[in-house]
């Protein structure tokens, strides 16, 4: 779905127009290419936390300048993490507010912290959730394609997993991932073979792969190395075939709420590629109607596919045939999960219901070496979004932090970094790819 306004605003007339009216003038977004550098410009490293040299290393290692006198930036990273005081925050407005009015189109800042739940002290503690704060607020002041993210590492030092979460704030990947944050355990991550294909050699499954965010996950993990598996309704089944022989996989069309779906899916795996290391849940429908008009048939189809079908798959996928150590369990649920929508009390029930899913299953899946996460995403182009009426479509493109809505890649993207080797540590999360939507933000 094209955003036309996007394209206006970034002409000559129309960035003229926008700019004399004071309209919202959201930029085209940086997104991963492959081989392409990390960030646009010098990225400057603010902090006197223990992970300041790593930082500086992982951006000398991607040839990006540390220099701290730059004209433009393409980043900034602050280390906060030995922050224990309030007045130890005045450190960021010292030394980065001047940085931060310099930096360029589709700047990152990213800020690392210590888990504020692994401190005991009131001081430290609300310390350190005071970065949370600060960062959906800066975030929200930045403009043109600019983004604000937090890591909280734990006390213990985890500089691989530290290097992953800020590599990928920094990135293109993290293109709609605004205002958030993420909680690194202590848990020591695997290794990517490659930077290039983080996901060589692993088998992923994804449900509901036909169409929209699920083909566009096919595609990013299959670009990333990874061996595909699309599922979905056997109505999709010519759809399917296309997306899956693009990114030169299988497909297997079968209904994820059919008792025995799970089994299909587990001999289909081991017949064809000797197992599974990633599952992504993405299948999912919408019955809207208001809760007082609310047929049985429509609230009952939402909660099997949406949800009950997760519950009911892993419990093969967790079992002994199933995945094994350094296995990823990856859901999806919405920013309606958080924030609700008027006509969706079924649909945002299932969703936010998945994040509780997420949650508990993760400290089932932990003593295995599984991490189990979920991605919100926000509102993201998709033929759904092409439906909506013009205005309703028009204002929520603007309420967020970017002013623009997501593309199916921007999912994609999230996924595929939480299904790398690499993102090990973070286990038991949800992470929004909203833009920082204003809706429940």
Known sequence: MTDTYTQFVNSGFGRSLAKQLGLPAPVPLRRHTKGGPLCDGPVAVIGEGEHVSDIVQLLLDHGIDTSTDAETYGGVVFDMSDARSPRDLAHMRENGADIVKRLGRNARIVVVGTDPDLLDAPAEVATQRALDGFVRSLAKELRSGATANLVYAP???????????????????????????????????????????????????????????????????????????????????????????????????????????????????HKRHGGFDIVVHNAGITRDKLFVNMSAEKWDQVMAVNLESILQLNEVFLGDEGLGTDGRVICLSSQSGFAGNRGQTNYSATKAGVIGLVDTTADIAADRGITVNAVAPGLIETEMTGRMPFATREVARRLSSLQQGGDPVDVAEAIAWLAQPASGAITGQTLRVCGQNFIGA
Do not use: Y
């Open 155 to 269: 006390v213990e030092h985890n500089r691989p997993a530290v290097r992953s979460a800020v590599e990928f704030f920094l990135s293109g990947r993290s293109a709609f991932v605004d205002g958030q944050h993420v909680r690194l355990d202590e848990n020591t991550p695997g290794v990517n073979l490659s930077a290039d294909e983080p996901l060589a050699g692993k088998v992923a499954v994804v449900t509901g792969a036909a169409r929209g965010i699920g083909a566009a996950i096919v595609e990013v993990l299959a670009r990333d190395g990874a061996t595909v598996v699309g599922v979905d309704v056997p109505a999709a089944q010519d759809a399917l075939a296309k997306v899956v022989n693009r990114a030169r996989g299988t497909s297997l069309a079968l209904d994820v709420t059919a008792p025995d779906a799970g089994e299909r899916i587990l001999q289909h795996c």
